[in-house]
């Protein structure tokens, strides 16, 4: 049974960096894309950032280009979030995903996801 787990979250300031890990166990890691969602209270949830199986291929909303870095160490079956310049606006419970998929990361964010974490708080304060 695959198993998605999330890590790093907090209560950091606005323009402070937070790095989120998320680990997949269960599966073959390099079988797997990786994504990260995040939902703010009484707003949706929404796509974050992707990176395809390899981790050659990196795909990010608008909101967070430039200051989010998506990442993974197919030798120790993890990957990162690293969040930089943090806003206020990106307060929200970050979840990670993973589904079973070769295609690129700009392809992934819109599939459906397979597997879920049960999602990390990040809080920044203005």
């Known amino acids: 049974q695959v198993e998605v787990a999330e890590s790093g979250g907090g209560l950091v300031q606005a323009g402070d960096s937070l790095k989120l890990s998320c680990t997949v166990s269960?599966?073959?890691?390099?079988?797997?894309?990786m994504a990260w969602f995040r939902q703010a209270p009484g707003k949706e949830r929404e796509f974050v950032a992707a990176?395809?199986?390899?981790?050659?291929?990196?795909h990010y909303a608008e909101f967070v280009k430039g200051r989010f870095t998506i990442s993974r160490n197919n030798n120790r079956n993890w990957g990162d979030l690293q969040m930089s310049t943090l806003k206020a606006e990106d307060s929200a419970v970050y979840y990670c995903?993973?589904?079973?998929?070769?295609?690129?990361?700009?392809?992934?964010?819109?599939?459906?996801?397979?597997?879920w974490g049960k999602g990390t708080l990040v809080t920044v304060s203005s």
């Open positions: 995903a993973a589904v079973r998929s070769w295609a690129p990361a700009k392809d992934v964010g819109a599939h459906p996801m397979e597997y």
């Open positions: 269960g599966g073959i890691f390099t079988n797997y894309a």
């Open positions: 990176i395809n199986w390899s981790g050659f291929s990196t």
